[in-house]
């Protein structure tokens, strides 16, 4: 009854799974989309050569395909291992050709697969059994058979620990998302476990190729109903690292928690420091305990290769379940060039309003003398006209004689 109801199942089971790529396939997101979309067609593929091993009439045909699906099965584990990688922001962890080390046993155990029974590594012994019109092969397992199996079952339970942790963290819609994923992995890997380790006497068949399309329903139900793919939760060591300001962590007796590699350049911390108390008089020190307003901002100097800059430090207290805040979020955005213009602008402003004082006293009642010319200031002191403006204007005099004074003096 088991290998019938495999074999109505499977066709069935194929069209869903068929249907999961092509959705996956429409996605816009292609770089995250890529490995899920290449598990879904990986089952697929392992659900085929799986039927036909069931199907084939030969023992010859039976053990081709059966190697036939090792090399479809074991690639699939990592395919979604990478998948739940670029899900929760952690891709650079296997970036670029370090990738290829995830494939390093599956490959390897595919090629030994393809090789038996020369040395009986996978299989340790093969036999037949015929139900109906059905033929199943029964094996026993080899040494490397178990370390495929704990390669693949450590993949998947770090998968669904990094939806798990990611879901824990996000909101309704990541959960719920999250969920999906998680319910769809869990029912295929139970099944293996089910099965490898019989756990239910007279269970006789795998039915982890069929139970692979659970993992691709739940997904598709997850696009349809969540936007999967579309709401991607971001990884907050992702999006600390990418901001351009400096973010400092703190608790409450001012000593460091954390912060972004942005914050590392600029004050000088290196990974030893975290856990230290910041240094007592240090400008970052005074602007926590300046007692300012949650958001207010507080402006620092720092130095910075050698250059002054400046810096709008705000102060964001971490609540606690208790009453004093449990620490505090540092953010530093450099204002050096918006700082400059102000008090370029406040010079401006100070000039032009000394000029405009000196100017209005040009403009009021000067006591000059009748005789020689000469003004007095409002301390009572006489100045000459040229020394009194000069003073007070920036203006040069230059001496000369006008033409009724040269004829006078100068008469020659």
């Given at each position: 009854m088991q290998y019938t109801l495999f074999m109505i199942l499977s066709p069935v089971v194929a069209v869903c799974m068929a249907a999961a790529g092509l959705t996956i396939r429409r996605q816009s997101r292609a770089w995250l989309a890529r490995p899920l979309e290449a598990a879904i067609w990986l089952c697929l593929a392992f659900l085929v050569t799986n039927t036909l091993e069931l199907a084939w009439p030969?023992?010859?045909?039976?053990?081709?395909?059966?190697?036939?699906?090792?090399l479809c099965s074991t690639p699939i584990p990592v395919a979604f291992f990478l998948f739940t990688l670029a899900y929760t922001g952690r891709s650079d962890l296997f970036a670029g050709a370090r990738r290829l080390v995830l494939f390093v046993i599956p490959a390897g155990i595919s090629a030994l697969a393809l090789t038996e029974p020369a040395h009986h590594l996978i299989w340790a012994t093969i036999s037949?059994?015929?139900?109906?019109?059905?033929?199943?092969?029964?094996?026993?397992?080899?040494?490397?058979?178990?370390?495929?199996?704990?390669?693949?079952?450590?993949?998947?339970?770090?998968?669904?620990?990094?939806?798990?942790?990611?879901?824990?963290?996000?909101?309704?819609?990541?959960?719920?998302?999250?969920?999906?994923?998680?319910?769809?992995?869990?029912?295929?890997?139970?099944?293996?476990?089910?099965?490898?380790?019989?756990?239910?006497?007279?269970?006789?068949?795998?039915?982890s190729p069929i139970a692979y399309c659970a993992p691709a329903l739940c997904l598709v139900a997850a696009i349809r109903q969540h936007r999967f793919l579309d709401l991607v939760p971001i990884a907050r060591r992702t999006v600390m690292e990418e901001l351009a300001d400096a973010i400092v962590v703190v608790d409450s007796d001012h000593r460091l928690l954390d912060l972004n590699d942005r914050a590392r350049a600029l004050l000088g911390f290196g990974e030893e420091a975290l856990g230290t108390p910041l240094p007592a008089g240090s400008p970052l020190r005074i602007a926590l305990e300046s007692r300012l307003l949650p958001g207010e901002p507080h402006v620092i100097s720092l130095q910075e290769s050698g250059e002054q800059r400046f810096f709008d430090a705000r102060v964001t207290p971490i609540k606690a379940r208790r009453p004093q805040a449990a620490g505090s979020v540092v953010l530093l955005r450099d204002v050096t060039d918006s700082h400059r213009l102000l008090q370029e602008k406040s010079r401006l402003v100070e000039e032009l309003s000394k000029a405009a004082a000196e100017i209005d006293d040009l403009r009021k009642i000067l006591p000059i003398c009748m005789y020689c010319k000469k003004i007095r200031d409002d301390e009572g002191y006489w100045h000459a006209v040229e020394n009194y403006i000069s003073a007070r204007l920036p203006a040069q005099f230059t001496h000369s004689l006008c033409p009724d004074c040269m004829k006078k003096y100068f008469p020659q």
């Open positions: 030969t023992e010859g045909g039976t053990l081709l395909f059966a190697k036939l699906s090792y037949y059994t015929r139900y109906q019109w059905m033929l199943a092969m029964n094996v026993t397992y080899g040494p490397l058979f178990w370390v495929n199996t704990i390669y693949a079952v450590g993949l998947l339970l770090v998968s669904l620990a990094l939806f798990a942790w990611s879901s824990a963290r996000a909101g309704w819609p990541y959960r719920a998302q999250s969920f999906l994923a998680i319910a769809g992995i869990c029912i295929p890997l139970l099944l293996f476990l089910v099965y490898t380790f019989k756990l239910i006497p007279g269970f006789t068949k795998n039915y």
